[in-house]
C-alpha cells in the first residue's frame, strides 16, 4: 500500500493537522473520490510510522468538518461536500500565499515584474 503523502516530525506542525491537511490536498486533487474510502487509520498509521490515535485524531476531526463519513465496520468514506470544501480551503490558502509573498516581496523593493520572473525560475526548478 503507497499512501500519496508523507508526514514531518520536525515540521513544527502537529502529526494529526499534517494528517488533516495531507488528505484534504488528496481529496482536493483527486486522489480520493467522493464516495470512495481512504485507507484505515491502520493503514496509515503503519505507513506514516505513527500513533494510531494521532491517525484517528485526525480523521475525527475531518469527520466533524463534514469532509469524511464513517461507516461502523465499513471504514471512512470521502462525503458529498468534502470536494467543494477542501478547494475552497485551497484557494484561500493559495490567496493567503500570495498576498504575503507579494508583501514580502515588495518589502525587499522587487518591483512585480522582477517577483514574477523570481517565482517563475523557483517554479520550473522546485522539487516536487
Given amino acids: 500500500m503507497s499512501l500519496?503523502?508523507?508526514?514531518?516530525p520536525q515540521a513544527g506542525v502537529p502529526i494529526y493537522q499534517q494528517v488533516i491537511e495531507q488528505l484534504k490536498?488528496?481529496?482536493?486533487?483527486?486522489?480520493y473520490q467522493v464516495g470512495e474510502p481512504i485507507?484505515?487509520?491502520?493503514?496509515?498509521?503503519?505507513?506514516l510510522q505513527v500513533n494510531p490515535n494521532t491517525v484517528a485524531k485526525g480523521v475525527r476531526e475531518l469527520e466533524r468538518e463534514g469532509l469524511l463519513v464513517t461507516k461502523v465496520g465499513k471504514g471512512?468514506?470521502?462525503?458529498e461536500q468534502a470536494?467543494?470544501?477542501?478547494t475552497s480551503d485551497r484557494d484561500q490558502?493559495?490567496?493567503?500565499?500570495?498576498r504575503q509573498y507579494a508583501k514580502?516581496?515588495?518589502w525587499l523593493g522587487y518591483q512585480e515584474q522582477e517577483s514574477v520572473d523570481l517565482l517563475r525560475q523557483?517554479?520550473?526548478?522546485?522539487?516536487?
Fill in 4 to 8: 500519496p503523502f508523507q508526514i514531518d
Fill in 93 to 98: 490558502k493559495g490567496q493567503t500565499l500570495t
Fill in 76 to 79: 471512512s468514506f470521502v462525503s
Fill in 25 to 31: 490536498r488528496a481529496i482536493s486533487l483527486g486522489i
Fill in 39 to 47: 485507507p484505515t487509520i491502520r493503514e496509515m498509521a503503519l505507513h
Fill in 83 to 86: 470536494l467543494e470544501q477542501s
Fill in 122 to 128: 523557483n517554479w520550473e526548478s522546485r522539487d516536487d
Fill in 104 to 106: 514580502d516581496m515588495c
